[in-house]
């Protein structure tokens, strides 16, 4: 998973501005790569995380996607 893919399913998660995913442990290496990709993506003020969970078989990301008008 890359940064982009990521927010594409953040993206496509969202109602509205909020959006809320469980993502399985067992497709991706470890949780600590989805949280840089999402700290990453707060960095550039694509998102703001609410929320960050690792929990035994899942990731939980909670937050709001920002919209602006580059």
């Known amino acids: 998973m890359t940064k982009e893919d ?12 909020f959006f809320t995913i469980e993502l399985e442990k067992s497709r991706y290496q470890n949780g600590d790569e989805v949280m840089a990709f999402a700290n990453e993506l707060e960095a550039e003020g694509k998102i703001k995380i609410r929320e960050f969970k690792q929990l035994k078989e899942s990731i939980y990301l909670q937050g709001i996607i920002k919209y602006s008008s580059n």
């Open 6 to 17: 990521l927010f594409k399913v953040l993206h496509s998660s969202a109602r509205g501005n």
